[in-house]
């Protein structure tokens, strides 16, 4: 008897488990098609017509914003890359002649849009109006970087994200705002520790993992899927620049402690080399952006960022760095064409180039042309006295968009080591050290003498 | 089908069918052990999976979480300041609630503790002199307003009255006196104390002491009094100490309808006390104002940014003037606060305006003067794309066609490169001096007051060389400086677009308010047309300038220029006067000629090549600088400028007092 009962036990108890198994896999297969429901249900996409709830979803906050008057574009990635296949059939497209949903039904966890912070005039309203529509949102603000290079102000938080959930599809309302040097920015999605970490799967959002820099977009309506959507007039152009819009901000804390240790330099000859520096800088910005060629701020103009946001005024030259892959022919006819001559070339386009061009009140212009090997960076300089090459090695480093003197341009990412590997190491904490490169500027010579330029 | 054969394991059908399964399950359950092992083993398997796949399960919800945390690390920078004063702790938890209040008044000291927190204490010397007034939340006990009334200087017992009357009923007030606080206490507001229920204070006396406790409309506290022995000396310091029975929330509150505005309201009124109608509970004042829009506004994209310290009640005043005003944009205007103060931030807030405090700087004027760079710079971060910048102060009342008025003129900045900047302020427009709304002028002198700056002005010229902290220099005297203003000038219209209305202040007082900003003329016409815009550019304007003085009647230069009679009792025409100015620098006559005509003489203001343009009786009047002005060739031969001779040096005027 007691065998026969064991035996019962066992197959009962045989039976719950793989009943609970079967329950786990259920669940466990709906978890990970909601975890990339791309790569899952995309079986499934040619079914979603006008009443997907991404649809409805997108339907409906164009619909409140509209009528809040809130100028929203689209600037989702997944979605412009559609239009910008179909441009032409989307242009054409009438009002009414949508018959399938080809672009707002495409699965994906969130649509994101835009919004000209500046633009906007009754911020207050909308979030309330929102949630009586049933979106659940969530607001992420924070402190205005425009006021951190100002001594002591403290002002009132700007909206950075919206997220904004209905029926399973979320909206990424990204706030951009303006700043000095004619270019929109975007802020750091950061959870402040209040919010709920699990309102949507927030590694995935496309936008807000950095704070972010852009062209200011030139927008046209358009009608997709029956909808009618701002978004930029050229898509390419923009989602070129969504890899590379990393943007990071000048570190005005230290640079204010360094002016607190070494008294700015404001004497007359110090504000004429600013400002003719500055002047230098946006005109060789101006020519190479005509060029399309990419560049950043190197040696002592890159150290006078870093350090003290601003242009060392003994540093006599500007400095910028440039990959010899995007070197183009016609770099010195364009800057001699802007009225800036060339003043000396060293090296070839094979190897260590560097191009010196004269400036007005006697400010040069120094361009680098970087070379990249498997594991580090390079760059040739001579020493015009004694011809010698120098060979000076970098870490490999990225570009991230900065604002300096009122304009957008770019910096290595990894500044301290691109500026360690220039300059010698930088004991950040003790601003003592600072002092060491406070009238030096002349970069660390490492000992790897190329050969003598034979000019 | 044919074929089919059953195996031979299982029993053919038939009766014993039934009894044969379960046997046959029977016997190989049971002497099978193998098949028992089987099972056995299968079930753990199946178990060993189940737990497998939760541990997974578990596993990556966790790092789906953890993901999702990565980059939130928890930012100290973010903390929260310290809240406002702390709402001070109850006596026990219990229901018994009730503040224990202490009052103390005497010559050189004051101070009010409530719960035991001091929310007043005050023995500095040679300041805070007269009535203090503090009022707390019947409900929470929190400071709501605190204030100081110098009862011993005239006009400060009509600013109490007035602050007393705006405190809602039911609020408890507490009064206290250093030093002196009846001198100049009036009837009005003695009687205003009787009917708070105040023995004393309508009878308070040369240098006596007065504490007192009680609530808006409802029953006395507690009060003390020492009266002064002699006009030498002073009553004795009097404590008071009192309990002060709370409310309940809800009677403390008002039931405005349930909007984005009303809320706003709820959180300031609950706050700050002494706005009057905007917290009444019947029939609150607005606080949104719909001003018409401006057709063609030009100034619509400028931003404005209003200067202000900790003087709330004026920047609530000077806020409701400008929402109200035609054109304004609200999304525009950041109100920048010098110093971490509360309240002004919570006025700022009730107006759903943009608000930024600034950490002082310096001292005095130099705290001043860095606060406007601060914020001046800041505007054009926050509006990059803006050419210019209104500025505007918390002390001014604003015209209604303010934004019309730069609307209409904001271009010629654009144009006319000699132009310093555009202001809302006549240094000399008052009401007898100026008249005609439509009427600008071309001034040497930077008036500030409400003006438009140019971004390029300010950035490539201003910003590099603004005075350091270290140099305790104005701003605006500084910019009137001539290094600065290198000959440019600035229009202003004839009646001003701003009233300077701030009694008290870093360089202002009651007495110099009364002299030289009260009876300024001020445009309250909506929507004036300016007459003629383009002919203010440089070279039109002296075409201007020599067509009036062409048409210009010339006046009987023997009668005195002090006499109302000096003009003719006409209306409408256009008479010219000339006084003696040897160099560009003289302006001995013109000093005393101001100063008989009560209008700005501390410096000189609103000339142009020694060309002063005012209106006297309905006439244009103007004067001309004898032979240091161009105009001077305009003179009749005949005529003999006119001298005043200053008067003997004694008294010592009020010195560089200036506007800020």
Known sequence: MSRINKNVILALLTLTSSAFLLFQLYYYKHYLSAKNGAGLSKSKGSRIGFDGTQWRTVKKFIMLTSSQNVPVFLIDPLILELINKNFEQVKNASHGSASECKFFCVPRDFTAFALQYHLWKNEEGWFRIAENMGFQCLKIESKDPRLDGIDSLSGTEIPLHYICTLASHAVHLVVFHERSGNYLWHGHLRLKGHIDRKFVPFRKLQFGRYPGAFDRPELQQITIDGLEVLIPKDPMHFLEEIPHSRFIECRYKEARAFFQQYLDDNTVEAMAFRKSAKELLQLAAKTLKKLGVRFWLSSGTCLGWYRQCGIIPYSKDVDLGIFIQDYKSDIISAFQDAGLPLKHKFGKVEDSLELSFQGKDDVKLDIFFFYEETDHMWNGGTQAKTGKKFKYLFPKFTLCWTEFVDMKVRVPCETIEYIEANYGVLEERSSHSWSVYEFVLEPKLCNCLIQPDPA | ?660
């Open chain 2, 1 to 660: 089908m044919d074929d089919w054969k059953p195996s031979p394991l299982i029993k053919p059908f038939g009766a014993r069918k039934k009894r044969s399964w379960y046997l046959t399950w029977k016997y190989k359950l049971t002497n099978q052990r193998a098949l028992r092992r089987f099972c056995q083993t299968g079930a753990v398997l199946f178990l060993l999976v189940t737990v497998i796949v939760n541990i997974k399960l578990i596993l990556d919800t966790r790092r789906a979480i953890s993901e999702a945390n990565e980059d939130p690390e928890p930012e100290k920078d973010y903390d929260e300041a310290l809240g406002r004063l702390e709402s001070p702790r109850r006596r026990g938890s219990g229901p018994r609630r009730v503040l224990d209040v202490e009052v103390y008044s005497s010559r050189s000291k004051v101070y009010v503790a409530v719960d035991g927190t001091t929310v007043l204490e005050d023995e500095a010397r040679e300041q805070g002199r007269g009535i203090h007034v503090i009022v707390l939340n019947q409900a929470t006990g929190h400071v709501m307003a605190k204030r100081v009334f110098d009862t011993y200087s005239p006009h400060e017992d009509e600013a109490m009255v007035l602050f007393l009357n705006m405190v809602a009923p039911g609020r408890v007030l507490i009064c206290t006196v250093k030093d002196e606080g009846s001198f100049h206490l009036k009837d009005t507001a003695k009687a205003l104390l009787r009917s708070l229920g105040s023995q004393a204070g309508p009878a308070l006396g040369w240098r006596d002491t007065w504490a007192f406790v009680g609530r808006k409309g409802g029953p006395v506290l507690g009060e003390k009094h020492s009266k002064s022995p002699a006009l030498s000396s002073w009553g004795d310091p009097v404590l008071l100490k009192t309990d002060v029975p709370l409310s309940s929330a809800e009677e403390a509150e008002c039931h405005w309808a349930d909007t984005e505005l009303n809320r706003r309201r709820h959180r300031f009124c609950s706050k700050v006390e002494g706005y009057g109608s905007v917290c009444s509970c019947k029939d609150p004042t607005p606080i949104e104002f719909s001003p018409d829009p401006l057709p063609d506004n030009k100034v619509f994209n400028v931003p404005v940014a209003v200067i202000a310290g900790n003087r709330p009640n004026y920047l609530y005043r000077m806020l409701r003037s400008l929402l109200s005003a035609q054109g304004v944009s609200p999304q525009m205007i950041t109100v920048f606060i010098d110093g971490y103060y509360e309240e002004p931030m919570d006025v700022v807030a009730l107006f759903g305006l943009r608000g930024i405090q600034h950490t002082p700087i310096s001292i005095k004027n130099a705290r001043v003067s860095q606060h406007y760079k601060a914020s001046l710079t800041a505007t054009f971060n926050l509006f990059p794309e803006a050419k210019f910048a209104v500025v505007l102060e918390e002390d001014l009342d604003i015209a209604v066609d303010f934004f019309s008025f730069l609307s209409q003129s904001i271009h010629l900045l654009e144009e006319d490169d000699s132009l310093y900047c555009i202001s809302a302020w006549n240094d000399q427009g008052y009401e007898h001096t100026a008249e005609d709304p439509a009427l600008l002028y071309r001034v040497e002198t930077m008036p500030g007051l409400g003006w438009v700056l140019r971004k390029s002005l300010y950035k490539e010229e201003l910003e590099p060389k603004w005075p350091t902290p270290e140099k305790l220099w104005d701003w605006d005297m500084w910019m009137r400086m001539p290094e600065q203003r290198r000959g440019r000038e600035c229009i202003i219209p004839d009646i001003s677009r701003s009233y300077h209305f701030g009694i008290v202040g870093l360089n202002m007082n009651g007495y110099f308010h009364e002299a030289y900003f009260k009876k300024h003329k001020f445009n309250t016409v909506p929507g004036v047309q300016l007459r003629n815009v383009d002919s203010l550019k440089k070279e039109a304007y002296e075409v201007e300038v020599h067509r009036l003085l062409s048409e210009a009647e010339v006046l009987d230069h023997s009668k005195n220029p002090c006499e109302d009679s000096f003009l003719p009792d006409t209306e409408g025409h256009t008479y010219v006067a000339f006084i003696r100015m040897e160099k560009d620098d003289d302006f001995t006559t013109w000093t005393q000629l101001a100063k008989c005509l009560h209008i700005w003489d501390l410096d000189v203001r609103g000339n142009h090549r020694g060309l002063w343009r005012l209106f006297r009786k309905r006439n244009h009047f103007l004067v001309v600088g004898v032979p240091a002005s161009p105009y001077s060739m305009k003179k009749p031969p005949s005529i003999t400028p006119i001298f005043l001779e200053p008067p003997p040096k004694e008294e010592g005027a009020p010195g560089a007092a200036e506007q800020t």
